[in-house]
């Protein structure tokens, strides 16, 4: 099935940087979600997004729903160990992120020490 | 624990052998999906209910899987004459009607 294209695939940085990953669609989505996997357990949501343009905060995440509805981008600020793993973006055709998902193909995420 | 359960959280098979999985969602949620993800790649979607009706099944991947809601409230999966290629995560959602989508622990199949 369809997967969304997320850059870059993988991460090494030191804790303390600033993260920022990307996801692009071919397709609209009215809603975009951002979910963190650790290994071995289901996504975690993060950050939803409902509206075009829409800028949200959680904590250090920083979330951004592209202009044209077919991307999203997703930043981490000053990051230490526990944000390691898995960050995937998931695409709704829903306005309420309550229909089946398009997931991207993560963005994986190691603080080197 | 008030979040989306999943049982078994590991399960081995023979190839041949038929799976059943089963899901709670959050006790509000009356909307539940079903995911698959393998690894590597993010989880890919099978089919979803709201209460007991089951509105998408396209996305199953053959007939030897099948899925049930009788209830409204757990959910089964269940995978007929299992398949190398069916190992893989199974992974449960539920939401409440407009809200997003949380996941449950998954469960892990190999088929061997």
Known sequence: ?113 | DTGVSQDPRHKITKRGQNVTFRCDPISEHNRLYWYRQTLGQGPEFLTYFQNEAQLEKSRLLSDRFSAERPKGSFSTLEIQRTEQGDSAMYLCASSFSTYEQYFGPGTRLTVT
């Open chain 1, 1 to 113: 099935g369809q997967q969304l294209n997320q850059s870059p695939q993988s991460m090494f940085i030191q804790e303390g940087e600033d993260v920022s990953m990307n996801c692009t669609s071919s397709s609209i989505f009215n809603t975009w979600l951002w979910y963190k996997q650790d290994p071995g357990e289901g996504p975690v949501l993060l950050i939803a997004l409902y509206k075009a343009g829409e800028l949200t905060s959680n904590g250090r995440l920083t979330a951004q729903f592209g202009i044209t509805r077919k991307d999203s981008f997703l930043n981490i600020s000053a990051s230490i160990p526990s944000d390691v793993g898995i960050y995937f973006c998931a695409g709704s055709i829903s306005n309420f992120g309550n229909e089946k998902l398009t997931f991207g193909t993560g963005t994986r995420l190691t603080i080197i020490p």
